[in-house]
Antibody, heavy 122, light 107 residues
Framework: EVQLVESGGGLVQPGESLRLSCAAS????????MNWVRQAPGKGPEWVSAISGRGDYIYYTDSVKGRFTISRDNSKNMLYLQMNSLRAEDTAVYYC???????????????WGQGTMVTVSS | DIQMTQSPSSLSASVGDRVTITCRAS??????LAWYRQKPGRAPQLLLYAASRLESGVPSGFSGSGSGTDYTLTISSLQPEDFATYYCQQYYSAPPTFGQGTKVEIK
């Protein structure tokens, strides 16, 4: 069974840092590009970052460039998101999402974790 | 960025009803369109991709159509588990973007 389990969320003050983790199982992790997608309360999902299977291609949405860093450890089947200089507008549920592999280029997300809540507030 | 606009924002329907949700992109996305269902407190679930291709395991009561900038999701007969929020997503160009959602509520 394909499973993604996020951890690392919590309540932090503006300017602080958090590191999110996503443990993957049930599929050949290094074969798939992985993403972080967030969803603020009452809003639609917002794509945050993507990393290729080998980690050689990385993309970010403009609002997190220079503050967030995506990475992966294929030996441990783990995906990470290092979040620095957090802002109130980063408050959201953060999901780890697997790309389907159906599509060359930008792809759809066929498996999501349960999400981890990040709250940035003073 | 490509803007995705869904309509309606919410609707009320009964079990067994046929429901149609519309998604409009701010530019031609060449059928690079997915639909997701999100139940309360859960992650989104992929329903369709390439505008009309059903994801494995998704009931055949879901269907999609459209081209260019305009797309629709149709649920032929609403089931209790279909009362949820639905999102469209374009993956034609970066960044991938989602609609604001359509909440399907029980009448």
């Amino acid at each position: 069974e394909v499973q993604l389990v996020e951890s690392g969320g919590g309540l932090v003050q503006p300017g602080e840092s958090l590191r999110l983790s996503c443990a993957a199982s049930g599929f050949t992790f290094f074969n798939y590009d992985m993403n972080w997608v967030r969803q603020a309360p009452g809003k639609g999902p917002e794509w945050v970052s993507a990393i290729s299977g080998r980690g050689d291609y990385i993309y970010y949405t403009d609002s997190v460039k220079g503050r967030f860093t995506i990475s992966r450890d294929n030996s441990k089947n783990m995906l990470y998101l290092q979040m620095n200089s957090l802002r109130a507008e980063d408050t959201a549920v953060y999901y780890c999402a697997k790309e389907s592999g159906y599509i060359t280029g930008w792809d759809v997300f066929d498996m999501w974790g349960q999400g981890t809540m990040v709250t940035v507030s003073s | 960025d490509i803007q995705m606009t869904q309509s309606p924002s919410s609707l009320s329907a009964s079990v067994g009803d046929r429901v149609t949700i519309t998604c409009r992109a701010s530019q031609d996305i060449r059928n690079s369109l997915a639909w997701y269902r999100q139940k309360p407190g859960r992650a989104p679930q992929l329903l369709l991709y390439a505008a009309s291709r059903l994801e494995s395991g998704v009931p055949s009561g879901f269907s999609g159509s459209g081209s260019g900038t305009d797309y629709t999701l149709t649920i032929s007969s609403l089931q209790p588990e279909d009362f949820a929020t639905y999102y469209c997503q374009q993956y034609y160009s970066a960044p991938p973007t989602f609609g604001q959602g359509t909440k399907v509520e029980i009448k």
